[in-house]
């Protein structure tokens, strides 16, 4: 996506140098591919042989050191790109050299890892292959091989699962009885520290001293015990282990010289998920001196280009298939656009405009490229209103921009207004644009001192300003840092739970947000009414709302792809600042500019998967996924604040796409009883309808509460299958002709208007024929 | 949908009985696919009994109905274009539910009666209401629209009134809508119904509502129910033997116990069983003096015996302890009997109540077991409270209810305040220990409480629900109602107050509804592990107040049997089981697992389908899921009528937009020529 995105757009600029330069590049890249597609075949054979184990060595030499050459061609490639992209951008040799250190020690690694290959392999072929049984072990894709013998704790090394493109090589896996820890490629053991103790948690809120070792990998921190057979007795589940990127704080507690008792000297780690770890030390020989400090480099490190998103991926020259599941215009065509009245416009291509936008928008087709200019001048951040969805029968549009730089004395913009108007214009049978302010009424007011504010309906004649009412970011987090104490508070004592849980405010916030989408979906489905969302900078509250009432009203955007779409379109391309929100690889944990305003979203689209268990393709555990990993710094989907930034430091070829591994996981994320539904859904948005979401909140507290509820399996197996889908068919196809018909019921309609108006100007003419006379 | 009305049957003859059967089946059938025409029915249960019972007597006028033909109203909305398709099936559907029951007679229809579907909505229905002895029914005029909005028809059972008060008098009050009554039911909606002032129907007709509603027990409408049939014992009667359920639970095997028939005439206790599971060395003297020593003469007995362990659930009252501590030798030996039976030799004796309560009973002569007399006994307390605290609880929970439909601000904090869920809590966190006691720690138990047939019977019953997979099946669950409820002598007479004019009678408690809704919480918890499903037990507690059924009539199974209840009335068992179908569990797996459902608040909720039915109506084709009830909540028949429903749906519709073609082609046309004319004068000027 990105390579033909850029051409396309590159075409247009004037630096003939620059474009030559790229041409040849494109063409080292193809080349490269070719050489992959190659040697991903080589290795699918050699994986396929290494899986019969009895195979002859011979050929897996030979397999090896074609893999080798391969590799030793690829890393040739790679420099003398490198070499060349230098020369392009001179200004950013800071951050390059920073990329190619990280290549170097990837290198090392690699090679690292190839002779650890090869010695497992001819350790392998040493053994006698009856000791290994074979074991094809639940998680993920991987197989986990386990020495039947000698049950002690061995690091096992084998090969792979099926997939071609993710995932490839060999990997590493911990087994230690039930306990197993699989690595994940490029994920390597930093530092292991013995003798540590970990407060495991029973459930009667006692504490239980486990004797064990912490191990800490570029990837993640996690605790295996010294007796294994702790977990005969409780869960796995609840055996530490935590990410990186999940990683709040980490805070040491205790004196080496001055603490009292064992339990006095170590370090706590708080969790973005609500999570609390405390691990003791033994007060010897700074014991947690090394590991705090390592932990603290890797959690932390001074830029995202050194977290585990950029080792992960071991090919940096393919762009995996996640990446290009977003293609604006392709989006833009399936809603049926350009058409009369809207055009796809480039100007942005260059991100001159908006620098947070994305490089596609799309507007009326009535304005000229300057008064696009001018009006992005009147939008603060130059966020001007574009379009994001329109309904493809009747034309009702969703338009989202940032809130107007009106100020104290009222500036007023006209092309603004035209722009506005030509909204309305759009659509044949609104009667109004409705403009959403997602802000409560105050705020906006306090929002024209600073010098923005809100559209005034003056200038306006065409539109309806309502607003919803939804708090800031400030807020958003304030309530959910109440949630996490009443979380730690209800395993105490849950007499209070209920009063607390309203105290949040968790609920009610929730309920503002899921209940203005229904509204804007029913607006826009039942009455045929354009809107425009905005709340300040457009990128916050306008993306949760947005987002939620295409959900509504668009089935597509219900299927898993689709889901994938919608966020990629109104969350990733139009800036919202997940780095900054999240507060990737940043130690202040107090940052004013952190806010769980994804989370949110996500969690209403929880409440609403919870009231219609079959209208949606995905299932809970794709939502608990998205957000673990939207943490875990693993993918690439994630980072960087906009897509501007992500497409400077090409996200897609140094790290995986998170829609990659969904892609190729989808039997997990999907709902089993999803039948597809055309007909738009307005979910109940009472307090009373929500549930709190136990099994993403709490359940690391209190598994074996939650354990048996999540039974997912399937209903209604056989349960006249066929029948439910050809009604459900039925019900589709009876929505579209209700449509059609209120269309031609329209359509009358308006001929009607005009014959009336058509007899009026004929009376008209009468009488002034008459008066003349 | 209309293929075959109702009055198109053939009446039925009353003397042979095959000609009924087969009548039966198929108007079973029929029913069902009238039922289904709505889509949305939520007292469509009611109507397969209806039918399904013989001799129906079918409301004649149906076909020459004077509430349709006359109500202008009515056919206007007919012509109504945006419904033209359903208006058919709403008819339909409007005929079964004014068919009468069986031995159901109308005494009044009152005309004009205004109802506001929620108490702040700005619209009214207006509509009549039509009285019979079993129930109230209103019939708004523009049903169509009604139905759209509401989804159900307003049917109010005689039996789940618990008041009726009139506001607004006829000269004070001003506007509209301050004139009426107000029925106020047992269960969580209460209606109200406005008049107008002009006609001075209204003390008639609370009057007509007082008389048909607390009736003498011999004339209850289910005794009229079954009056026009053959007096037979029904097999849903039968469904319970103890004999049975003991040898099921293997006690036989077991020489230690017997059952004992010293309360073969009701002479020790009256409000227990005939039958008296007790250790095999325990004579008839000792349960005498026991029985004596025992508040009630409820002595300890056994209810549940856990194959596995040895170990027993028994049930008693409390002892008469009092302030002299007078004690019992027969009672202590029956005590350490019991113990004996097992094989650790040990009882452990749960007192349902709070500590301070059970203490205050000593005052009462009542009291808990001194321990320095029960030899290898321990004593605990579940901290249950009494019906009093409960009954409170759930008119807090009613008022919440009814304030949250309107505006719905603190609803998770009112929540807490009525305590409701806390007292669930404290229910379950009671059964659990008892579980864990005879499961676990091999322990057998003795549970009591006052008089040892309210909290006793939720907290025995809870636990062998946990324990044993068979009353998880709904033979079962039926089998352990009759058992623990019915058969204990659970007084349900005065608990849900049947019958009884006095509104705020003291005797009065919810706590049957609550051992329902923990049963639903740990449905929810495990929705595989149960046979039957959430609609099973909404049925249940529908016909707890109904009154169509006698299963919950009176207070003991002694008054039942001296009454010939088992004659007079049907069961509510026949029913259920004639009609199991649409109470399965759609994921039942059996599992011999002893299911401990999470206790913690955060894991208990409001069973919104139950408390809320009447106000937010549950609509078939959207979102809300009952557990267990099939996702979609069609049965086979009912989705292939559907599906023939959205496909003659279609061909109409086809039509409708052929129609609107034709008509815009014509408009084009004449629009086209119209501009050609104007054009040729153009020219011509």
């Excluded at chain 1, 932990?295 to 762009?319: D, G, M, R, T």
Aim: aromatic share 12%.
């Amino acid at each position: 996506m990105e390579f033909s995105s850029e051409s396309d757009f590159d075409s247009s600029s004037s630096n003939s140098d620059e474009e030559a330069q790229k041409v040849i590049l494109e063409t080292l890249q193809k080349l490269n591919r070719s050489d992959e597609l190659s040697s991903e075949i080589d290795e699918d054979e050699f994986d396929a042989q290494l899986d019969g184990i009895q195979s002859s060595t011979s050929f897996k030499k030979k397999v090896l050191i074609l893999t080798k050459q391969n590799k030793n061609k690829k890393e040739n490639t790679q420099e003398n790109e490198k070499k060349q992209e230098q020369k392009e951008n001179e200004e950013k040799q800071e951050n390059e050299k920073k990329q190619e250190n990280e290549k170097r020690q990837e290198q090392k690694e690699n090679s690292n890892k190839e002779k650890e290959k090869e010695k497992e392999t001819k350790k392998e072929t040493k053994k006698e292959t009856k000791n290994l049984e074979r074991k094809d072990s639940q998680i993920g894709d991987w197989v986990v091989v386990k020495d039947k013998k000698t049950r002690k704790p061995t690091i096992v090394l084998h090969s792979k699962s099926n997939n071609k493109e993710y995932f490839k090589g060999t990997t590493q896996c911990l087994t230690y009885g039930k306990l197993k820890i699989v690595f994940l490629e490029g994920e390597k053991i930093e530092m292991k520290s013995l003798n540590v103790t970990f407060g495991y948690k029973l459930p009667q809120n006692k504490i239980q001293p486990i004797l064990g070792k912490l191990y800490l990998t570029n990837y993640r921190l996690f605790f295996v015990p010294n007796e294994i057979e702790i977990f005969d007795n409780y869960d796995t589940v609840l055996n530490p282990e935590i990410t990186l990127g999940t990683i709040l704080r980490i805070e040491k507690f205790g004196h080496q010289s001055t603490g009292r008792g064992n339990f006095s000297y170590g370090i706590e780690i708080y969790s973005k998920d609500f999570r609390f770890y405390k691990f003791y030390f033994l007060k010897k020989n700074h014991s947690r001196r090394d590991i705090y400090r390592s932990l603290h480099v890797k959690a932390f490190p001074p830029s995202i280009e050194l977290s585990f998103s950029y080792l992960h991926k071991s090919n940096k020259q393919v762009v995996d298939s996640g990446w290009s599941i977003y293609d604006p215009e392709s989006e833009f065509k399936r809603q049926g656009l350009p058409n009369r009245n809207w055009s796809l416009s480039k100007i942005n291509s260059k991100y001159q405009i908006c620098s947070t936008y994305p490089r596609l928008l799309v507007f009326p087709k009535m304005l000229t490229n300057e008064e696009i200019i001018i009006v992005s001048r009147y939008r603060s951040k130059g966020r001007l209103p574009t379009l994001t969805w329109i309904h493809p029968k009747t034309g009702a549009t969703i338009t989202r921009c940032s809130q107007p730089r009106v100020g104290i004395t009222q500036r007023s913009c006209e092309e603004d207004q035209k722009m506005l108007n030509s909204i309305f214009r759009s659509n044949p049978e609104g009667t109004k644009l409705f403009i959403m302010d997602c802000r409560p009424k105050k705020n906006a007011m306090a929002n024209r001192a600073k010098g923005a504010g809100y559209e005034m309906l003056v200038d306006y004649p065409n539109c309806d300003l309502t607003f919803l009412g939804i708090d800031n970011i400030h807020v958003m987090r304030e309530s959910l840092n109440r949630i996490r104490n009443l979380c730690f508070q209800s395993l105490v004592d849950d007499k209070k739970w209920l009063s607390g849980l309203e105290n949040t405010g968790w609920f009610s916030h929730m309920e503002k947000i899921i209940r203005s989408s229904v509204t804007i979906a029913k607006l826009i489905e039942n009455d045929s009414q354009s809107v425009l969302v905005h709340c300040s900078d457009g990128w916050d509250r306008t993306a949760q709302i947005c987002g939620l009432s295409q959900l509504f009203l668009d089935p597509y955007f219900r299927t898993i792809e689709g889901f994938e779409v919608l966020i990629e379109k109104d969350w990733l391309s139009f800036g919202h600042k997940f780095h900054q929100r999240i507060g990737q690889a940043n130690s202040d944990y107090g940052n004013s500019q952190r806010s769980p305003v994804f989370l949110q979203w996500v969690d209403s689209v929880y409440q609403c998967i919870l009231q219609d268990p079959t209208a949606y393709e995905f299932n809970e555990n794709f939502l608990i996924f998205i957000l673990e990993n939207l943490f875990s710094l693993r993918f690439g989907t994630f980072l960087f604040n906009n897509i501007q930034e992500r497409q400077k430091r090409k996200l897609s070829k140094y790290t995986y796409s998170l829609w990659t591994y969904v892609n190729q996981n989808t039997k997990e994320f999907t709902n089993k009883n999803y039948r597809k539904r055309l007909t738009p859904i307005y979910p109940e948005y009472a307090i009373r309808n929500f549930i709190f979401w136990d099994n993403y909140y709490i359940k690391h507290l209190i598994p074996h509460e939650l354990k048996k509820k999540k039974s997912s399996r399937q209903l209604d197996q056989d349960f006249f299958e066929i029948e439910l889908e050809t009604y459900e068919r039925l019900r589709n196809e009876e929505y579209e002709l209700i449509r059609e018909r209120e269309r031609l019921e329209r359509e009358l309609d308006r001929y009607e208007k005009r014959k009336k108006q058509l007899k009026k100007k004929i009376s008209l003419n009468k009488a002034k024929k008459n008066s003349k006379k | 949908m209309s293929k075959n009305p109702p009055s198109n049957y053939p009446k039925t003859n009353l003397n042979s009985k095959q000609k009924n059967q087969n009548k039966k089946n198929k108007q079973t059938s029929q029913n069902k696919k009238n039922n289904t025409s709505l889509g949305s029915f939520n007292e469509s249960d009611e109507e397969f009994f209806d039918a399904k019972l013989e001799g129906i007597e079918i409301f004649k006028q149906n076909s020459s109905s004077p509430y349709f033909s006359d109500s202008d109203s009515y056919s206007e909305s007919e012509e109504s274009q945006t419904n033209m398709y359903n208006e058919n099936n709403l008819e339909n559907k409007l005929k079964n539910k004014l068919e009468l029951l069986d031995g159901e007679t109308k005494s009044r229809i009152e005309e004009n009666v205004k109802f506001k579907i929620t108490p702040k909505s700005k619209e009214i229905f207006s509509g009549f209401l039509m009285l019979t002895n079993y129930r109230i029914l209103f019939v708004p005029y523009q049903f169509s629209t009604f139905f759209q909005k509401y989804q159900q028809l307003i049917i109010i059972t005689l039996g789940s009134i618990q008041q009726i008060v009139k506001f607004g008098g006829s000269k004070k009050s001003r506007g509209e809508f301050s004139y009426g009554i107000e029925i106020i039911t047992k269960e969580f909606r209460d209606y109200k119904f406005y008049l107008s002032k002009k006609d001075n129907k209204r003390k008639a007709m609370c009057h007509q509502i007082m008389k048909n509603t607390f009736v003498q027990i011999k004339k209850c409408f289910a005794i009229l129910h079954k009056k026009n049939k053959k007096l037979c014992i029904d097999p849903g009667w039968e469904i319970y033997y103890p004999f049975f359920e003991f040898k099921r639970q293997g006690l036989f095997e077991n020489a230690k116990w017997t059952i004992s028939d010293a309360n073969e005439k009701w002479k020790i206790c009256p409000t227990y069983p005939r039958e008296l599971p007790l250790p095999s060395t325990i004579t008839l003297k000792d349960i005498q003096a026991i029985s004596k020593f025992r508040s009630k003469g409820r002595l300890p007995v056994l209810s549940y015996y856990y194959r596995k362990n040895l170990t027993t659930i028994t049930r008693s009252s409390q002892p008469k302890v009092g302030l002299t501590r007078s004690r019992c030798i027969e009672d202590e030996k029956l005590l350490k009997e019991i113990a004996a039976t097992t094989e650790n030799d040990k009882l452990s004796i749960l007192d349902c109540r709070p500590k301070k309560n059970a203490l205050a009973n000593m005052g009462r002569h009542g009291g808990f077991e001194i321990l320095s007399n029960y030899g290898n006994c321990t004593l605990d307390f579940l901290g249950i409270e009494n019906i009093h605290a409960m009954r409170d609880s759930l008119s807090k929970l009613k008022t919440l209810v009814n304030q949250s439909v309107v505006e719905e601000k603190k609803w998770l904090s009112g929540l807490e305040d009525t305590m409701w869920l806390f007292h669930i809590q404290k229910i379950l966190e009671g059964s659990i220990k008892i579980v864990k006691y005879i499961t676990i720690g091999a322990i057998s138990v003795l549970v009591h409480c006052s008089d040892g047939w309210d909290r006793t019977a939720q907290a025995c019953s809870l636990s062998q629900l946990i324990i044993d997979p068979y009353f998880r099946t709904v033979e079962g669950f039926e089998v352990l109602i009759e058992k623990e409820w019915l058969g204990y002598g659970h007084k349900f007479h005065q608990r849900v107050g049947h019958l009884n004019k006095h509104a705020r009678d003291t005797q009065r408690s919810p706590v049957f509804l609550q051992f329902i809704d923990c049963v639903y919480q740990i449905l929810r918890q495990f929705p595989t592990a149960f046979e039957f499903n959430e609609d099973f037990l909404i049925f249940i507690l529908k016909h707890l107040f109904s009154l169509q059924f006698g299963t919950f009539l009176y207070n003991s199974n002694r008054e039942r049997l001296e009454n010939q209840i088992n004659i007079k009335t049907f069961s509510l068992w026949t029913y259920i089981n004639e009609n199991k179908k649409i109470f399965l569990n759609s994921n039942y797996e059996k599992t011999e697992e002893i299911l401990i459902p999470s206790i913690s608040i955060r894991a208990l909720v409001f069973w919104e389908n139950y408390y809320l039915k009447a106000f937010t109506p549950f609509q078939k084709n959207s979102n809300k899921k009952k557990i267990g009830v099939s996702i979609t909540n069609f049965s086979k028949e009912e989705l292939s009528d559907l599906i023939e429903e959205k496909n003659s749906n279609k061909i109409k519709l086809f039509q409708q937009i052929q129609e609107l073609q034709s008509q815009i082609e014509q408009l084009e046309k004449k629009q086209k020529s119209k501009e050609k004319i104007q054009l040729t004068k153009k020219k011509q000027k």
